[in-house]
């Protein structure tokens, strides 16, 4: 026993230095600001050149590393004691190529664009993120860069504020963020972590500040840290947003539904959210899936603000413990999210008066029990070592008796920005009706090696028969699974030829106690990125699926890519054809499936935006033989903006195989998140026999709420 603690003591202070911090060799003094500039777009405030911080040396990202731009652009920065300021001017040789749209907000991403991303905590791992097009429109996001993976979420709003011109120079750009609108340490002087960035879209070219190595896996890493000093507003506020909503549906009365969201800001690091008779409706419905002979459950992303709000802190490396859309139609709820020295913290409550116990009825948001249901859930992060964490997190949900308890720890671990090791290990205890079950495991492990041109991985995940996560989305267990992963990247550094990528990956899946072979899988792909935000991925696939103990060998290949070098036609492709399982649990058979996708979005004017999105997928008994469903959902998004808060929007959805038709019909007025209003109009209709179509159901609908910061 005492010698594996020694081995393990020295085995800890050999890798300590090898994860030691680093701190930057220079911190940049932000300039506090004489008085505020008027945010208006337009850069005629002498405060801008006089006192603010002037950034010039952009180099490219994309497609050259640390190149030339083909543009130039200047950035300013100071703050006052109420905001942090930010201006550019960005610089176009050819105006009238600059791609600007008056759109809703968050819908910016095919335009020309500056971004800003703000890591307050300096953590190198997380920051928050505000994007603006030349003509003001907003875009705001929580950027997370974890294990290696990079992720942008923009279900996270707040209050900024934001305005932009064009001029025969290009555009110019200015916004204001409130300090009580982000988080950051609750201290006198702060230094927090910066980087910014430009999106031409015209030909591709992403330029940054400061310049980026593609040998490192990240942006935030790359960032500056700047030092803002003294005596700043520190977010200690409360927010109050009363909600009226009302619904009327086909046979029913109107149902009225106030509701109240308290918001208490207990320090600028720490924050307390209060929910009663929440509106959880959606303004917009899922998008359609093909839900057709499949063998899991389909995800669906969560939409609802309360949830949204601080969800990032409940992310997890693999096994996801925490999927809110599991709490159905919740009463109250409360959450207190935050972060206070090197620990993060997340507490979430919600009292569900329509639980689920499964997956299958997510969607459709119908309970299955009459009783009410509690859940707990808690989350802990600890900064740990250079830019990793180790965390902890605990879920209880409770019905009368009946509970599912899981308890957890994770973490992610890097290395010179060449190493990557995550993990979760994590037990489940399960009580239903008279039935419970012992402490049961699930474990994952991940480990990656990077560099510019070529990378690989090991990973391990295993799922105990028994093990249950209520609150969160574990669609499969019973099993053991190992693989690995490799890729070699070439990066031409052409205008419209970034980066070519190969990739190969295998692995299999065994029964968690008896070994036999579920699932065996070797793939390999062909990514082409001919710009940061076009592609092309063709996928070859060889692989065996073990289903009602018939073992099934399948071949596949599929195409699929996306492109904004149109700038009026953003669009993107997928295409699939192979072998397929038909999942009759009586008479299962393998036969040939093709599955088709494609998604555009026609933009005529400025203001004007008609989305379609097609899915289709064709089975058959086999290859050339007998047909035995297809498949095919349409969706059409048509928005036409009238200013920049008022928007008229119709959502006509077919599903052909349910003989489906769904009609949505919405005016938005959004003056800034949470004061808003809704009225909308939805339609349902289903084909009968006759060959016509019957309306269904209706349901008009209406939302007012309004957001008071005291």
Not at 39 to 50: A, H, K, T, Y
Not at 485 to 509: C, W
Request: charged share 25%; with cysteine.
């Amino acid at each position: 026993m005492k010698t594996g603690v020694i081995l393990l003591c020295s085995f800890s202070l050999f890798l300590f230095p090898l994860f030691a911090f680093s701190y930057s060799e220079e911190i940049i003094n932000i300039p506090k600001f004489s008085q505020p500039p008027k945010i208006d777009g337009m850069l005629d405030n002498p405060l801008w050149e006089e006192q603010a911080l002037k950034i010039e040396d952009f180099l490219q990202y994309t497609p050259k590393e640390k190149g030339k731009p083909t543009q130039k652009t200047v950035a300013y920065i100071g703050y006052d004691q109420k905001n942090i300021y930010l201006a550019f001017r960005c610089y176009e040789s050819d105006p009238k190529k600059i791609r600007a749209t008056i759109t809703n907000r968050d819908n910016i991403f095919d335009d020309d664009w500056i971004v800003v991303f703000l890591d307050t905590f300096n953590e190198k791992r997380r920051a928050f993120s505000f994007m603006i097009n030349p003509l003001g429109i907003q875009m705001d996001l929580i950027r997370m860069e974890e294990g290696g993976n990079n992720n942008m979420d923009a279900s996270w709003d707040t209050v900024f504020y934001s305005d932009g011109k064009i001029d025969e120079q290009g555009y110019t750009v200015e916004m204001a963020i409130p300090f009580k609108s982000i988080r950051f340490p609750d201290k006198e002087n702060n230094v927090w972590n910066l980087f910014l960035g430009r999106n031409i879209s015209r030909n591709g070219e992403v330029i940054t500040w400061p310049a980026v190595s593609l040998k490192i896996p990240g942006l935030l890493c790359q960032g500056k840290e700047i030092m803002i000093r003294g005596e700043i507003e520190k977010g200690k506020n409360f927010e109050l947003m009363p909600i009226f909503t009302s619904l009327k549906t086909k046979g029913e009365k109107i149902d009225p539904g106030p509701g109240l969201n308290f918001k208490w800001g207990i320090s600028s690091d720490l924050t307390m959210d209060l929910t009663l008779n929440p509106d959880f409706s959606h303004i917009e419905a899922d998008a359609p899936q093909i839900d057709v002979n499949q063998r899991f459950a389909l995800y669906y992303p969560e939409k609802r603000p309360f949830f949204l709000e601080g969800m990032e802190i409940f992310r997890f490396p693999e096994i996801e413990m925490v999927y809110t859309r599991r709490i159905i139609d919740p009463l109250g709820g409360a959450k207190l999210t935050g972060k206070v020295g090197r620990f993060t913290y997340g507490l979430l409550s919600a009292y569900d008066v329509n639980p689920t116990e499964s997956l299958w009825e997510v969607h459709n948001g119908a309970g299955t029990r009459d009783d009410n249901a509690l859940f707990n859930i808690f989350r802990v992060k600890a900064d740990v070592l250079k830019e990793s964490y180790i965390g902890f997190c605990l879920a209880d949900k409770e019905i009368d008796g009946t509970y599912n308890r899981v308890v957890g720890m994770d973490g992610q671990l890097k290395y010179k920005n060449r190493l990557f090791f995550s993990f979760q290990a994590i037990a489940s205890k399960t009580r239903f009706e008279e039935e419970e079950t012992g402490i049961v495991p699930a474990l994952y492990a991940d480990l990656m090696y990077f560099s510019k041109h070529v990378g690989a991985g090991l990973w391990w995940e295993s799922l105990h028969p028994d093990f249950e996560a209520s609150s969160g989305f574990v669609n499969r267990v019973d099993y053991r699974s190992f693989g690995s992963y490799t890729f070699f990247n070439i990066y031409p550094e052409k205008q419209y030829l970034n980066q070519v990528r190969f990739s190969f990956n295998a692995g299999r899946r065994l029964t968690y106690f008896e070994d036999t072979i579920t699932d065996e899988w070797i793939r390999a792909d062909v990514h082409i990125r001919f710009t940061e935000f076009s592609n092309l991925n063709v996928s070859f696939g060889n692989s065996m699926e073990r289903y009602e103990g018939i073992d099934f060998n399948k071949n596949y290949i599929s195409i699929n890519g996306e492109t904004n070098l149109i700038g009026w036609l953003p669009l993107g492709i997928y295409f699939s054809t192979g072998h397929s399982i038909y999942y009759d649990p009586d008479d299962p058979y393998r036969g040939w499936s093709n599955a088709y996708g494609l998604y555009f979005n026609l933009k005529p004017s400025k203001r004007l935006q008609m989305a379609v999105n097609f899915s289709k997928q064709t089975f058959w008994k086999k290859r050339g033989g007998e047909q035995v469903f297809d498949f095919n959902v349409v969706r059409q998004r048509t928005t036409y903006q009238i200013s920049k808060t008022l928007s008229l929007r119709t959502i006509v959805d077919y599903n052909h195989f349910y003989k489906e038709i769904y009609g949505s019909f919405l005016v938005s007025w959004i003056l800034k998140p949470g004061t808003l209003f809704f009225l909308g109009v939805d339609n349902n209709l289903l084909r009968g026999e006759s060959g016509k179509y019957a309306q269904t159901g209706y349901s008009v609908f209406l939302k007012f709420s309004y957001w008071w910061r005291i």
